[in-house]
């Protein structure tokens, strides 16, 4: 079945640095990718996207792309900043009904 | 637009009681997810709805959990007994319909609902 790897965490990070998360994924077919966020108290919610390989999404200074070869889904940030502090999913949909698979999440504490 | 909305956002009970979960979807929604978020753990999901329809509950434990979908917009989900293991949040999501050719499948999600079982 499909199945997300992701880089446990927590991951904690000075305000300004470098984030990766890493992600890795096995699926039938040709999934999309997707990286979810929760900040604290408040729902999932969408980040970025990629359909198909070497699709790059992006959004909020957030990059990530679809690498088929390496089946991986990385997220990047080259500045983190405190507001970014929440738990990050990667996730895949594939299949007739698109059915999406999440990772475990990685917490990401950026302290200033 | 207005969001999902769940209720309640907060239960407890004692094991081997029942509870119940609501859903409203984003209108114009057709598919309709629960997913079961046990803590330090990813979202799993429970049951997919398209319109009234289910697609998938392959990972319900259907001798104690139960989902329904009449007319295919809201949703209840229902756990009788509920055991100890069922602590979690129970997240309800919504999206435009599904299927081979409809593009990338992008979530909203409600704020969830935390069930306590004592």
């Known amino acids: 079945g499909n199945s997300v790897t992701q880089m446990e965490g927590p991951v904690t990070l000075s305000e300004e640095a470098f984030l990766t998360i890493n992600c890795t994924y096995t699926?039938?077919?040709?999934?999309?990718l997707f990286w979810y966020v929760q900040y604290p108290g408040e729902g999932l919610q969408l980040l970025l996207k990629?359909?198909?390989?070497?699709d790059k999404g992006s959004n909020k200074g957030f990059e990530a792309t679809y690498r088929k070869e390496t089946t991986s889904f990385h997220l990047e940030k080259g500045s983190v900043q405190v507001s970014d502090s929440a738990v990050y999913f990667c996730a895949l949909s594939s299949g007739g009904y698109q059915k999406v698979t999440f990772g475990t999440g990685t917490k990401l504490q950026v302290i200033p | 637009e207005a969001g999902v909305a769940q209720s309640p956002r907060y239960k407890i009970i004692e094991k081997r009681q029942s509870v119940a979960f609501w859903c409203n979807p984003i209108?114009?929604?057709?598919?309709l997810y629960w997913y079961q978020q046990i803590l330090g753990q990813g979202p799993k999901l429970l049951i997919q709805?398209?319109?009234?329809?289910?697609?998938?509950d392959s990972q319900l434990p259907k001798d104690r959990f139960s989902a329904e979908r009449l007319k295919g917009v809201d949703s209840t989900l229902k756990i009788q007994p509920a055991k100890l293991e069922d602590s979690a949040v129970y997240l309800c999501?919504?999206?435009?319909?599904?299927?081979?050719?409809?593009?990338?499948?992008?979530?909203?999600f409600g704020a969830g609902s935390r069930l306590t079982v004592l």
């Open positions: 209108s114009g929604h057709a598919t």
């Open positions: 990629a359909t198909k390989a070497d």
């Open positions: 999501a919504s999206s435009l319909p599904v299927g081979l050719f409809s593009g990338a499948n992008v979530l909203t």
């Open positions: 709805f398209q319109n009234n329809g289910v697609v998938d």
């Open positions: 699926a039938t077919g040709y999934p999309s």
